[in-house]
T-cell receptor
Framework: SQQGEEDPQALSIQEGENATMNCSYKTSINNLQWYRQNSGRGLVHLILIRSNEREKHSGRLRVTLDTSKKSSSLLITASRAADTASYFCATVIERSNYKLTFGKGTLLTVNP | NAGVTQTPKFQVLKTGQSMTLQCAQDMNHNSMYWYRQDPGMGLRLIYYSASEGTTDKGEVPNGYNVSRLNKREFSLRLESAAPSQTSVYFC????????????FGPGTRLLVL
């Protein structure tokens, strides 16, 4: 079964609004990563947060990690139509030879 | 730098045919991966290679074989394609096999009739 599960499965917002996506996982992790996938394209890495970090920022992106709840959130502020994409969380578990395990993704649609 | 390249971009096979998906990276990365992506399923790891000369099974290896030809190239072979292997296949690489950022190719869309 998938280690990471994103919530919601789909999210539709207006340009300028903030978008929040959540990811829950089951076992202890080494780090958690967020990726973006535009339709018909490969995945692009957005941000990595380590298990001993609680929050990280990159431009309009803010990621939080709560290891006690085994959850992470990705916040995109002041969204743009170009942010329309699928967003995936991926976890790295220490016992898994450091392979990534992906969730099923959140489809974000930003309406102009 | 081209990053991670994959060929072909699209392929149609008949059940029972074989084919090899090619992947190459020019970033001098040690580790390379093959994933498949199906609607509503996210990405699932087929095989990976932590370094040149080694390969290991991932979550869904049945029906596939891989070859790490050299540090740059990692190929995925379907010996006898089945309709269940219709999917989008992604190759990725990372600088070391320890959970670092992965860089993805553009994908190969495979349709097995």
């Amino acid at each position: 079964s998938q280690q990471g599960e994103e919530d919601p499965q789909a999210l539709s917002i207006q340009e300028g609004e903030n978008a929040t996506m959540n990811c829950s996982y089951k076992t202890s992790i080494n780090n958690l990563q967020w990726y973006r996938q535009n339709s018909g394209r490969g995945l692009v890495h957005l941000i990595l947060i380590r298990s001993n970090e609680r929050e990280k920022h990159s431009g309009r992106l803010r990621v939080t990690l709560d290891t006690s709840k085994k959850s992470s959130s990705l916040l995109i502020t002041a969204s743009r139509a170009a942010d329309t994409a699928s967003y995936f969380c991926a976890t790295v578990i220490e016992r898994s030879n450091y392979k990534l395990t992906f969730g099923k993704g959140t489809l974000l649609t930003v309406n102009p | 730098n081209a990053g991670v390249t994959q060929t072909p971009k699209f392929q149609v096979l008949k059940t029972g045919q074989s084919m090899t998906l090619q992947c190459a990276q020019d970033m001098n990365h040690n580790s390379m991966y093959w994933y498949r992506q199906d609607p509503g399923m996210g990405l699932r790891l087929i095989y990976y290679s932590a370094s040149e000369g080694t390969t290991d099974k991932g979550e869904v290896p049945n029906g596939y074989n891989v070859s790490r030809l050299n540090k740059r190239e990692f190929s995925l072979r379907l010996e006898s394609a089945a309709p269940s292997q219709t999917s989008v296949y992604f190759c990725a690489s990372t600088e070391e096999g320890r959970g670092k950022t992965q860089y993805f190719g553009p994908g190969t869309r495979l349709l097995v009739l």
